[in-house]
């Protein structure tokens, strides 16, 4: 096949870095980023917190202040629907569960993330909220009721079948043999013994898994964003990109070094 005739494949991601460097090792021609849905827990998906939103943030860009405000208004779903009938592949990391949620006195929630712990005006708010941490019997129940729920929306939307979840693990070590630094006061092994639940949970319901082994799993001190535990080498994106299309069936993301 000449490479001007070589498939696209139509992506939507919900997740943080894990999918969102993965679609970018993809050569160009072969991959179409329909959407990019990130900073969102599932937990905060379908209810409104948007009442404990400043009307004005100190954000560091357009893109942080979207994600924010979309995730207070739990707008997931109504993106999904949005989006669903134009794509090929939803593709799912769990990156953004990592810091746990915010519950606030009326009930509503917020993701806890790296963006909004950062900004003043959410500090007060936040101070107010319960902190639910992931990893917690608290937190792995909550989630588990939400991701049935959109399990269901999922197969209403057509997009169950389409849908992959990537189950990359935190590189405990980097290519120079190293530790991997620790995030947010979580070291790489007590983060992948966290996920492991959650995993097998989205296993149990059917959910298609790109899975890769510990020990293949490296940090990279020269990955784009810095150094990180879930900031990989190239080769763990070729592999996470090779599953897509052989074991899935997912038609182009050919890798861009090829």
Known sequence: MAEHDRASARILVYGSCVARDTVEFAASDTVDLRGYIARQSLISAGNDASTHLPE?????????????????????FSRLETLAADVDVLLWDLADERHGVYRFADGTVATRSIDTIRIPELEERFAEAEHIEFGTDEHFAIWSWHVHDFVQRLRALD???????????????????KPSPWSMGVR??????????????????????????????????EHKWGLAPFHYTPAVYREVLRQLREVHGVAGLEDAGA
């Open 56 to 76: 004005h943030m100190t954000v560091s860009s357009k893109f942080q202040e979207r994600m924010i405000r979309a995730d207070f208004s739990g707008g997931l």
């Open 159 to 177: 997009l169950f079948v389409r849908t992959v979840v990537l189950e990359v693990p935190w590189a405990v070590l980097t290519t120079e043999g």
């Open 188 to 221: 790489a092994a007590e983060a992948n013994k966290r996920y492991r639940p959650y995993y097998d949970h989205l296993r149990s319901l059917g959910f298609r898994m790109v899975e890769l082994p510990e020990e293949v799993v490296l940090a990279d001190p």
